[in-house]
């Protein structure tokens, strides 16, 4: 069965120091691996994918994600933290079938504080 | 920038009556989604729409449900006979592609009463 698992429930970080957001994946075949964010009463806004090639990617607002096959992990890193990043973040995986379809983690709650 | 819009923000209706989500997709993407979202719970996916027909859905989306693609720029949901456990965010999204990433509309919070 294909999964998404993010092990945290909330993240918390001071402000100027560096964050991650783990995310571990369970699919067949090659993985498409998406981070998305989600602020209060918004829609979920891309922030990078990993379809192929490098297997540290850079994405929106100074976040970039390193994708490790071995340990089948796509974790969510930022190397200064504001506060501004306070938000859900949600990790997922586009399995190899047809539809383009999202598998979801159940979501990480970063907390920054000043 | 273009983007995914959504009608209406927030839908009040009664248990067993119908809905129907809008959403405008952004022009040039092939590929539509719908999405919902429980208070407090993680994103589940409903139903891929490519081609004019649904390519996947999830067990989630039973005969209650239904897609449609009425015109060259919108793309619905209805829910035929509303629940109590029909209330949830739903998220429209499209995609250029099957492998690209989708862009999310805003959202319509359905409550059902």
């Known amino acids: 069965a294909q999964s998404v698992a993010q092990p945290e429930d909330q993240v918390n970080v001071a402000e100027g120091n560096p964050l991650t957001v783990k995310c571990t994946y369970s699919?067949?075949?090659?993985?498409?691996l998406f981070w998305y964010v989600q602020y209060p009463n918004r829609g979920l806004q891309f922030l990078l994918k990993?379809?192929?090639?490098?297997?540290l990617v850079k994405g929106s607002y100074g976040f970039e994600a390193e994708f490790n096959k071995s340990q089948t992990s796509f974790h969510l890193k930022k190397p200064s933290a504001l506060v501004s990043d306070s938000a859900l973040y949600f990790c997922a995986v586009g399995p190899s079938s047809n539809t383009g379809k999202l598998i979801f983690g159940q979501g990480t709650t970063l907390q920054v504080k000043p | 920038e273009p983007e995914v819009t959504q009608t209406p923000s927030h839908q009040v209706t009664q248990m067993g009556q119908e809905v129907i989500l809008r959403c405008v997709p952004i022009?040039?993407?092939?590929?539509f989604y719908w999405y919902r979202q429980i208070l407090g719970q993680k994103v589940e996916f409903l139903v891929s729409f490519y081609n004019n027909e649904i390519s996947e859905k999830s067990e989630i989306f039973d005969d209650q449900f239904s897609v449609e693609r009425p015109d060259g720029s919108n793309f619905t949901l209805k829910i035929r006979s509303t629940k109590l456990e029909d209330s949830a965010m739903y998220f429209c999204?499209?995609?250029?592609?099957?492998?690209?990433?989708?862009?999310f509309g805003q959202g319509t919070r359905l409550t059902v009463v």
């Open positions: 999204a499209s995609s250029r592609d099957r492998h690209t990433e989708a862009f």
């Open positions: 699919v067949s075949g090659n993985p498409y």
């Open positions: 990993y379809i192929t090639g490098d297997n």
């Open positions: 022009s040039n993407h092939l590929y």
